[in-house]
């Protein structure tokens, strides 16, 4: 069965500390890999998606990529408490082009002031 | 959030009767889905839809059903609740020029079977 594995935390930072989610998946065949953050009671929101090895930034955000490892990496810089949120792996379902996304279960970040 | 929005927000419904739960989307975006959303179990995909009258089944399509009779709107129904199915139900909506996978969700429905 495919699997995507998160850490469910929480996982604590001081605020301006850089904050490390990780997720590790199980098909081999995925090539397209999303972070979704999650405030509670909320609906999920995109924030990074990552198609191909290494890294991508945006603002204060940059996913990793390993595929060889099975392994992506969302790193925060800068945590702000606004950062506090349940942040969500995805990857997507094999070869398919359908869209469909197996999601982890989360990483609960608090971001302390 | 705009261009996406599922009704009701909540509902409390009675084992074995039939709901069903609304998406209408103004992106016209071509794949739309469901998910369900449990403590310990994160996002399911219950089934999607990649186009009108086009439907699949997702992983946990047991005691659903669905149907996309326009571009805009993806229903699903639970055919006779149960208290397993008490929930909070994502739909989303991707568009394959862009992101594929990369989902806009809606607000979510709550719903309670008792």
């Known amino acids: 069965q495919k699997e995507v594995e998160q850490n469910s935390g929480p996982l604590s930072v001081p605020e301006g500390a850089i904050a490390s989610l990780n997720c590790t998946y199980s098909?081999?065949?995925?090539?397209?890999f999303f972070w979704y953050r999650q405030y509670s009671g909320k609906s999920p929101e995109l924030i990074m998606s990552?198609?191909?090895?290494g890294d991508k930034e945006d603002g204060r955000f940059t996913a990793q990529l390993n595929k060889a490892s099975q392994y992506v990496s969302l790193l925060i810089r800068d945590s702000q408490p606004s950062d506090s949120a349940t942040y969500l792996c995805?990857?997507?379902?094999?070869?398919?082009?359908?869209?469909?996304?197996?999601f982890g279960q989360g990483t609960t970040l608090q971001v302390k002031p | 959030d705009a261009g996406i929005t599922q009704s009701p927000r909540h509902k409390v419904t009675e084992t074995g009767t039939p709901v069903t739960l609304r998406c209408h989307q103004t992106e016209n975006h071509r794949y739309m889905y469901w998910y369900r959303q449990d403590p310990g179990h994160g996002l399911r995909l219950i089934h999607y839809?990649?186009?009108?009258?086009?439907?699949d089944k997702g992983e946990v399509s047991d005691g659903y059903s669905v149907s996309r009779s326009k571009t805009e709107d993806f229903l699903l129904t639970l055919e006779s609740a149960t208290s397993s199915q008490t929930s909070v139900y994502f739909c989303a909506i991707s568009d394959p020029g862009t992101a594929l996978g990369g989902y806009t969700f809606g607000s979510g429905t709550r719903l309670t079977v008792v």
């Open positions: 990552i198609y191909s090895n």
């Open positions: 995805a990857v997507n379902v094999g070869s398919s082009n359908t869209g469909k996304l197996i």
């Open positions: 098909d081999r065949g995925s090539q397209s």
């Open positions: 839809s990649y186009g009108v009258k086009d439907t």
